[in-house]
């Protein structure tokens, strides 16, 4: 927003966007605004590298009946900067790291937010950069999380796996099991309030389900004490923008369910999928 324009040029790109979101009004919720501000405040000073760091190691040779390993024992890393560093910056556990990537995209953001993102894996902007959702389709969330009155900083953003796979293909089933525990213990430090599931792979791969994202979405879900709300992924809104609108209505509950007070279950928090 700082870069020089006019700001009535900025205004009016940016009601473009939220009219291509198919939203008809505004409203100014100061409300809404202030309170995430002062929470906002009594955020815990950045969390530090934990000595656990080393400690541990990720048991890849006992998969479970549906092919996914089991959970490896996380839970001493007390932090995302903790587990940033077990993980590493060039991790070999799986075939990944000889098909073509660069980095281990680990995630971004607020380390305490009430709403996280989760994508399937990096691309190549991403690979290049280390950082989630920086691309074409990362651009657009950023928009997204705009539209909700939120900046980017104060969300944390992830994938369902952590390294690029060759030509943005889909994950493989051994590439999920092995990387997916260090997503779910990002999501158990930061213990999100609700999580976005961003497109089919994540919201199926999170949700141990086939059911279509079309059926997902709208609509949600229990997932690791989190309320998780699947929508489409933003490169797939790139493509048919025409589902922007149901985005919108996907991102319009989830400012809802962050609005509510913790704990508290009110009309939106209607119980749509499996618990886990
Ligand atoms: N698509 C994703 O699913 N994740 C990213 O980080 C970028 C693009
Ligand atoms: N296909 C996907 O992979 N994701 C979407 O969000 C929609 C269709």
């Known amino acids: 927003m700082s870069d020089g324009q006019d700001p009535r040029a900025q205004l009016r790109a940016h009601l473009q966007f939220y009219a291509d979101l198919g939203i008809a009004g505004f409203s100014r919720d100061a409300a809404w605004t202030g309170r995430?501000?002062?929470?906002?405040?009594?955020r815990a000073p950045e969390e530090r590298i934990a000595s656990a760091s080393n400690a541990l190691s990720v048991e890849q040779d006992a998969s479970t009946a549906d092919g996914r390993l089991p959970t490896a024992d996380l839970?001493?890393?007390d932090s995302l900067e903790a587990?940033?560093?077990?993980?590493?910056?060039?991790?070999?556990?799986?075939?990944?790291c000889q098909l073509g990537r660069k980095q281990v995209v680990f995630?971004?953001?607020n380390p305490q937010a009430d709403l996280m993102f989760v994508g399937e894996a990096p691309g190549s902007d991403e690979d290049e950069q280390g950082v989630p959702f920086v691309g074409r389709a990362g651009q657009l969330l950023t928009k997204i999380i705009e539209a909700i009155e939120m900046r980017r900083d104060d969300v944390y953003i992830a994938n369902v796996i952590k390294c690029r796979?060759?030509?943005n293909?889909?994950?493989?089933?051994?590439?999920?099991?092995?990387?997916?525990?260090?997503?779910?213990?990002?999501i158990d430090l930061v213990r999100p309030r609700v999580i976005v599931a961003l497109g089919k792979f994540a919201a199926q791969s999170l949700l141990r389900t086939d059911t279509p994202i079309t059926k997902l979405r709208g609509r949600v879900h229990q997932f690791r004490g989190a309320t998780l709300v699947p929508t489409f992924h933003p490169a797939y809104l790139l493509r048919s923008p025409d589902k922007k609108r149901e985005t919108w209505e996907d991102m319009k509950l989830v400012r809802s369910l962050l609005r509510q007070a913790p704990g508290e279950t009110?009309?939106?928090?209607?119980?749509?999928?499996e618990a886990r």
């Open 36 to 42: 995430r501000a002062a929470e906002a405040g009594h």
């Open 75 to 77: 839970s001493a890393l």
């Open 83 to 96: 587990l940033r560093a077990h993980i590493g910056p060039q991790c070999t556990r799986c075939k990944l």
């Open 107 to 109: 995630g971004v953001g």
């Open 165 to 167: 796979p060759p030509g």
């Open 169 to 186: 293909r889909n994950p493989e089933p051994d590439e999920v099991a092995v990387c997916e525990p260090f997503l779910f213990r990002q």
């Open 266 to 273: 009110g009309p939106a928090a209607v119980e749509g999928g």
